[in-house]
């Protein structure tokens, strides 16, 4: 059984951890530059050096306590299925969802208002993890077997729609504006080198002195330094003040009203924000360098995202997912070859992932019906949280008091780094020809 000692360790060691950490970044910023290049006296080394290797070993500490805490929940953990989960048809699972309306509930900023029974005018604020919608932790749900039950309303299911930060690897930032290089051309003149050249530098080596070494040819990319703004994405709602203390009633409404709706405008702003500003994101379809691809009517329309596929490949960079509207991913799904099989149904069916040619399907009507997005998400572009999704609830708006009316608020900061644009290709549907 976890005890409080182990607790207690294990945040004194994160402490530690994020203490070196800074020292580290302190010493780091002493380092002088000069004609491109860091000049380090000994002292310093020797110093940074010697905070590194610290916070080296706390990490490994830090690692082997942490397992240990793991390794006592695994003790502590039932022995076979708990019999909810046997009668709600789990599937044998002992494994509950744990949405952002739960997380919100368990809040601290939650429980503390409601201790206080919500006399106080509330004002709550709770963050919470943005990449994923739900998550999985681990944990028992059991009900008597004798004796009345409460009906506290449907869990959530496990299954969640995928959105296009989904297919971003997590990433972090703690600043306000990300300053970065844009790739925006390569000519790429890498070939073999002769060890001896005339002494024109071209022709065969005569033998005499006046032979020269070989020369690398000389590879051309073409950078241009570009500002990608922290964007924030927010919205509110009103709701009678009776919402917070009915909990299953309040964690619908924030997964599927506040939640969701900062979802499906980031999906839009991803894809379609003109940017420029200095405030606003700049979307995948108005970055500059991205490809078009504009299929042919000979080709049904799984091939022709092959075909767009090959327009990154060409570039030297690998497609990772592929985004496009529910009403096209329809058309995709139902597909038949010539002989009237489906072409894609099976692998969507087996493991029920949305896949096609080997890469992540996102689904959103955010994407209009005519055009579709594919491209290197994570090596040719990289979304930031600069902040995690947070919820606000506050009587103090307008004549909400008189009303007994809380304004809720959903927000979140994000930026959208592009910098192979060339990596992306926005294609556009044309309909098949029937033969």
């Given amino acids: 059984m976890a005890t409080a000692t182990d607790k207690s360790l294990i945040t004194s060691l994160k402490t530690q951890l994020s203490e070196k950490s800074a020292e580290a970044e302190r010493i780091a910023g002493t380092f002088k530059e000069e004609n491109g290049a860091f000049v380090v006296s000994t002292e310093q080394r020797n110093a940074y050096v010697k905070i590194v290797k610290d916070a080296q070993e706390i990490k490994g500490l830090l690692d082997a306590a942490t397992g240990v805490d793991a390794l006592n929940g695994y003790l502590d953990a039932p022995a076979g299925t708990p019999a909810a989960a046997q009668y709600y048809g789990s599937g044998g699972s002992a494994n509950e969802v744990k949405s952002l309306g739960d997380m919100f509930i368990e809040s601290d900023a939650y429980k503390a208002a409601a201790r206080a029974e919500f006399k106080d005018r509330p004002f709550i604020r709770a963050e919470m993890e943005g990449k994923s919608i739900y998550s999985l932790s681990a944990g028992t749900h059991t009900h008597q077997a004798l004796g009345g039950v409460q009906d506290l309303g449907i869990t959530e299911a496990q299954r969640r729609k995928w959105h296009i930060r989904d297919l971003f690897p997590s990433a972090k930032t703690k600043n306000a504006v990300l ?198 998400f994570g090596m040719g572009a990289q979304l930031y949280d600069r902040e995690n999704v947070s919820v606000t609830v506050s009587s103090e708006n307008s004549d909400n008091f008189e009303r007994g009316v809380l304004t809720m608020r959903a927000d979140e900061r994000v930026a959208l780094e592009v910098s192979r644009p060339e990596s992306f290709v926005v294609g556009t549907w044309t309909t098949p020809t029937t033969p």
């Fill in 179 to 376: 300053l970065g290089i844009r790739e925006t051309g390569w000519v790429n003149n890498a070939a073999q080198v002769a060890e001896r050249r005339a002494a024109d530098g071209v022709s065969a080596p005569t033998g005499l002195d006046t032979d020269v070494f070989g020369r690398a040819p000389r590879s051309k990319l073409k950078l241009e330094p570009v500002a990608f703004p922290i964007a924030e994405i927010a919205h509110m709602i009103d709701a009678h003040k009776n919402i917070l203390s009915d909990e299953p009633r309040l964690k619908t409404f924030i997964n599927s009203r506040l939640i969701e709706g900062i979802k499906f405008a980031e999906d839009w702003d991803l894809l379609h924000s003109v940017g420029g500003d200095g405030t606003s994101i700049t979307g995948l379809f108005n970055t500059p360098g991205v490809q078009q691809y504009t299929g042919s009517n000979k080709d049904k329309f799984s091939i022709q995202m092959r075909r767009a596929m090959t327009k990154s490949l060409l570039a030297e960079y690998e497609p990772t997912g592929i985004v496009l509207s529910p009403t096209m991913w329809e058309q995709v799904e139902v597909e038949t070859d010539d002989n009237g099989a489906f072409r894609v149904a099976l692998q969507v069916a087996v493991g029920a992932q949305k896949k096609v040619w080997r890469v992540n399907v996102v689904e959103t009507t955010a994407m209009p019906d005519g055009q579709y997005l594919l491209g290197a």
